[in-house]
Every structure is written in C-alpha cells, then in structure tokens.
C-alpha cells in the first residue's frame, strides 16, 4: 500500500477556481480613559501623516454627553444609538462606517455589542471590547486604507491607548 498525500489547498501552480474577493473595511482598533487621551491620539496620528477621513468612536451614551465630535472638514459628526436589548445603558456610535455595520447587525437580530462585533471577530476580542464600553472607555475605530496607514493607525493607537490594540477587517455582505 502507497501512502499519499493530497494537499487540502491548491498550489500556485494550479490556481483552480479563484476565490471571489468579498468587499471589507478595515479598522484599527484602540480603547481610552478620557477624551484628552482621544485627542492626543488623534493629533499624533495626524502628525503620523494619517489622513483621519474615516473613524469612529464608541462609548456609552452618558460618556458623549455634552461632547461634540467634529469631522477633519470641522462639521460636527452625529451619534447612532445601538440599541442593543442586552446593554444595560445605552451604547452610541459616531456615524460612519463602523455605525452602519453595527445598526446592520442590530437589525439582523444581535442582542448586544458583543454579538454584532462577533460578526467579525472572535467572541473572547468582541467580549473585551463591550466590557470596555461598559466601564466606560471610549473605542476608537480607525479605518485604514492599506499597510501605511494600518502601520501609522498601529503606532498612535500603541502609544496612547489605554488598552490593547487591534486590527479587524468586516468581510460586507455580497449586494
């Protein structure tokens, strides 16, 4: 008898069928105490070079109460309610992309933040994450375009943030 083995992944010389290549956004994630912390993160990443067109923050409603979010164009960015059955106070997310994908889960039927971020990863990061928003820090979700600005995004987030940092990429659904 012959033993054999048959790779499970086709090889670069035998390309077979390509995989359809699904549409993704991709953020770097980091977590702060205060909104002074935010602000000196998001002055350094502009120094960085970073292009802060895209980012959203997340935080318990009474943690935005009184602060307005402005955009880099200066015009004052609006709060998304995430009314999550399973949240004991109300979560908020600056709108954007992030807020989009998380209403989007909201209304495919996720019970909480945990559920709706477990979409894209994995249970034990989605559950850190909203135990962070539960005590009440500030998620800053950076979306980045490619290697430089993941990179950038990386170093600030390291730097300032409270916690551990991360990257995710949310694989969109095929319209």
Known sequence: MQNTF???????SDPGLPLPELPKLRFA???????????EALRDARARG??????????LERVFAGKTILAPSQQIVSLRELPFQDDFERIVCTS??????LMERF??????LKEALATWLITRHAAHLEQAVGAG????WIRVADAHDERRAYQTLLAHSSNSVGVHDFVLPND
Do not use: M
């Not at 048959?6 to 670069?12: F, G, M, N, T, V």
């Not at 994630?29 to 602000?39: E, I, K, P, Y």
């Not at 209304?107 to 909480?112: E, R």
């Open 6 to 12: 048959e790779p499970l992944a086709q090889s670069a």
């Open 29 to 39: 994630v980091g977590t702060f105490d205060s909104w002074a912390q935010l602000r």
């Open 50 to 59: 970073l292009v802060l067109d895209s980012f959203n923050c997340v935080g």
């Open 96 to 101: 954007g992309p992030l807020a989009d994908c």
């Open 107 to 112: 209304q495919a039927g996720a019970d909480s």
């Open 137 to 140: 820090k500030i998620l800053l």
